[in-house]
């Protein structure tokens, strides 16, 4: 493929308005993906020369990151996500009746070039599927008079802009505010407040509530900002800066990929005021002037609305030079969109795709706090730590400190879906118990839940009255429930799947051992596994949770080792009653063989001994 003069022209312009810079190469190679419906290799050597990068790195990043593409994809390139809520809804079938219906494969494109599918790994919207994308833009609760519709739209070539708006429009769903989400702060008060008050006093503050992180490590917040704002003096790594006082960044983590965790979609939805208050106090503290919101590639439809907020926000002199009137406190947040990896919402990875590279977390320590962003002392926060942050710094730490447990403070926002009659976000302080919760979403007939995540933990019936907090059991906030109807085995595939195709591929540990748990889960699934894959799986899973460079690997097995642990039966009633089949079923394989050659007789297949 040659590139025509007017799109080298177009590539200039978008590297121009990306300031040429490479720590924009991903934001440009969105770009190119959307003009082009792919990455052009000509484009690719366009973007290094213009850029100053190595070929590799430009290729690199399109490798690593799904929303990018070599092959073209469709002019309308469908999504179905693959999170176990959604399958549980029938996406699956879904998928295949919309394939049948468009003429298309899954991960193809059809002949004319009009439209592809795949299915991605998760699109945040378990509250509300069977859910996908087109282009990246929402489509929830689809059934198949949606799909049929959809396909019309397609077949007659309707630009996307004039379909009919119910198709995209996602609801909040909050079922049960508490703390933060009955007590929104108006816009700029609490940063008022703080000014008054002092910013130190402020982190005193933040210090004084207990908040503790919300992404899910719970890592003490005023202690990271603390250290951000202590960090290097001088810029031994930064030779440029010598002598000054090194920049400082904010990043607000809204990568929000662990499938099951969407409430932070409503909180940007919402209550993005708020996110970005708190990001301003944390930038006063620290003395950053130039913030980032990393905002999962899935959450498109959301960006929009939050560069107007940005915007309104600019106007009102909450951002920008002299916020509020107060001379040196400068600081402004541009918006990074991510590209479809859930490795990317990992701190120090997020970072690396930050500055326009492959998210390949980093080795640690040091830690952002000290050596984030280009180097430099940098704050990564949880979307819901900044907004807690803010009302914190408006009500006092007393007020926050008040509620939830001695070492768990506050509330938790829970992202709840699965088996219940109502999905949606909830808000409890900490220390409610499971049963609590499952009453309140009505849950009936519930087997069990999986809190975190698949990088969390699968709790059964007996483990109910289990509370949730830092002490017993942590949360980023994602809660899927089963009941007695779902095959748990089914489940944890579903989340080795997920895992596998998701590992970043940095580590031999995580990247081989994920795949292998996938094989395992598939071999028992099928009715192929034997006593000995137990004993196999149970090894692995251990050595892939010590072995791993990240928390991905760290937590990938988490699932299946809670299971095997906790429902040994249900692994042991799918085995067949052999000591040891192997992975590779040589006998199947040569089926075809034995075909051609009208062999069928005994000597021709493989023996199996029984136990
Ligand atoms: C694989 C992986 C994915 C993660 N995804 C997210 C995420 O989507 N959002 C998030 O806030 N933290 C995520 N984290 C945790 C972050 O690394 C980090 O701890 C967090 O953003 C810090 O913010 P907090 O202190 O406010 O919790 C993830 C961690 C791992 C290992
Ligand atoms: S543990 Fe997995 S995701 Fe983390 S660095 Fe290793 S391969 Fe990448």
Request: proline share 4%; hydrophobic share 40%.
């Amino acid at each position: 493929m040659t590139i025509s003069d007017a799109d080298q022209a177009w590539l200039s312009a978008v590297v121009a308005n990306h300031g040429r810079h490479a720590t924009r190469l991903l934001q440009i190679l969105r770009d190119v993906q959307d003009h082009f419906r792919h990455i052009p290799r000509p484009v690719m050597q366009l973007l290094a020369e213009q850029l100053g990068v190595p070929l590799a790195q430009v290729q690199g990043v399109t490798e690593f990151y799904s929303f990018l593409s070599t092959q073209p994809q469709g002019r309308y390139h469908l999504q179905l996500s693959d999170s176990i809520s959604d399958h549980m809804l029938g996406s699956r079938a879904l998928g295949t009746y919309l394939c049948d219906k468009l003429g298309v494969a899954d991960g193809e494109t059809r002949a004319d070039g009009r439209v592809s599918f795949a299915y991605t790994s998760c699109s945040g919207l378990c509250d509300q599927g069977p859910a996908g994308l087109v282009n990246g833009w929402w489509l929830p609760k689809l059934d198949r008079s949606r799909i049929d519709r959809i396909s019309a739209l397609v077949e007659a070539d309707v630009p996307l802009s004039q379909w009919p708006q119910d198709l995209f429009s996602a609801r909040d769903n909050v079922r049960r505010p508490g703390l933060l989400l009955s007590n929104p702060v108006a816009s700029g008060s609490a940063l008022k407040w703080s000014l008054m008050r002092g910013l130190a006093s402020t982190l005193d503050e933040v210090d004084k509530s207990g908040l503790r992180g919300r992404g899910g490590a719970g890592f003490q917040t005023s202690w990271k900002w603390r250290f951000c704002f202590e960090g290097p003096e001088e810029t031994a790594v930064c030779p440029v800066e010598k002598g000054e006082r090194m920049e400082r960044y904010v990043v607000c983590n809204a990568d929000e990929g662990e499938p099951g965790t969407f409430k932070d979609r409503v909180l940007l939805n919402s209550h993005a005021h708020q996110v970005f208050e708190g990001m301003t106090l944390c930038a006063g503290i620290v003395g950053a002037k130039q913030g980032f919101l990393y905002l999962r590639g899935e959450y498109l439809a959301l960006r929009a609305k939050l560069e107007a907020v940005l915007a309104e926000r600019r106007r009102l002199n909450l951002l920008g030079v002299g916020i509020l009137g107060r001379e040196g406190f400068d600081f402004d947040i541009e918006i990074h969109m991510g590209a479809g990896a859930y490795i990317c919402g990992e701190e120090s990875a997020l970072i690396e795709s930050l500055e326009g590279k492959r998210g390949t977390p980093r080795n640690r320590p040091p830690y952002p706090v000290t050596h984030g962003y280009l180097g430099r002392p940098t704050v990564v926060n949880n979307v819901e730590t900044f907004v807690a942050a803010a009302a914190i710094a408006l009500k006092g730490g007393v007020w926050f400190a008040s509620h939830g447990t001695e070492k768990s403070k506050g509330s938790k926002i829970l992202s709840i879906c699965g088996d219940c009659a109502r999905p949606g976000i909830y808000e409890y302080d900490f220390g409610v118990s499971i049963a609590q919760i499952l009453k309140d979403c009505g849950a009936a007939n519930t087997f069990g839940v999986q809190v975190g995540g698949p990088s969390g933990v699968f709790i059964g019936e007996q483990e109910f009255e289990r509370r949730l907090g830092f002490e017993d059991l942590a949360t980023g906030g994602s809660f899927m429930i089963f009941d007695k109807t779902r095959d748990v085995l089914e489940i944890v595939r579903n989340f080795t799947h997920f895992f596998a195709h998701e590992s970043c591929g940095f580590c031999t540990p995580c990247r081989v051992g994920t795949s292998l748990l996938r094989n395992a889960m598939d071999k028992l699934c099928a009715g192929h596994g034997a006593a000995g894959d137990l004993v196999e799986i149970g090894n692995l899973g251990q050595f892939v949770r010590a072995a791993s460079h990240c928390g991905l690997g760290q937590t990938a097995a988490n699932p299946l080792l809670a299971t095997l642990e906790r429902f040994p039966e249900l692994y042991q009633s799918r085995l067949k009653s052999i000591s040891f089949e192997p992975g590779f079923d040589l006998d199947g394989e040569l089926s075809t063989a034995r075909r051609m050659t009208g062999r069928d007789d005994a000597h021709a297949h493989l023996e199996q001994e029984s136990v």
